[in-house]
Nanobody, 126 residues
Framework: QERVVESGGGSVISGGSLILSCAAL????????IGWFRQVPGKEREWVAY???????FSADSLKERITISAGNRKSTALLRMNNVLPEDTGTYYC????????????????????WGQGTQVTVSS
């Protein structure tokens, strides 16, 4: 059965680094997109980064200088590298997998993702 599992959250001091890991397990085929989203206090859920099955990797413009996504060592895994973290990065980070996309669909769109992890908490202290 398909499921998405995140790991790597925790507490970090401002300016530090953190790596979150996502594994899409039980999928017959590689997910079309593996995306990271976050829910920070007082804000709506926002897209952070995604990696497509074809290997394209994008981060949100406001975050791309500090937060990047890359393939993990195992199939259908993705790493979210967070550098120079800020207190405003505090929140719950969710990984998700999309299995079917039309050419007009965007991996930035949370509605395109059917499988979601439980989320992992990131807390940045100043």
């Amino acid at each position: 059965q398909e499921r998405v599992v995140e790991s790597g959250g925790g507490s970090v001091i401002s300016g530090g680094s953190l790596i979150l890991s996502c594994a899409a397990l039980g999928f017959r085929e590689r997910p079309s997109c593996i995306g990271w989203f976050r829910q920070v206090p007082g804000k709506e859920r926002e897209w952070v980064a995604y990696r497509s099955a074809g290997g394209r990797e994008f981060s949100a413009d406001s975050l791309k200088e500090r937060i990047t996504i890359s393939a993990g060592n195992r199939k259908s895994t993705a790493l979210l590298r967070m550098n120079n973290v800020l207190p405003e990065d505090t929140g719950t980070y969710y990984c998700a997998a999309a299995t079917w996309m039309t050419p007009s669909d965007s991996c930035r769109d949370a509605n395109r993702y059917r499988f979601w992890g439980q989320g992992t908490q990131v807390t940045v202290s100043s």
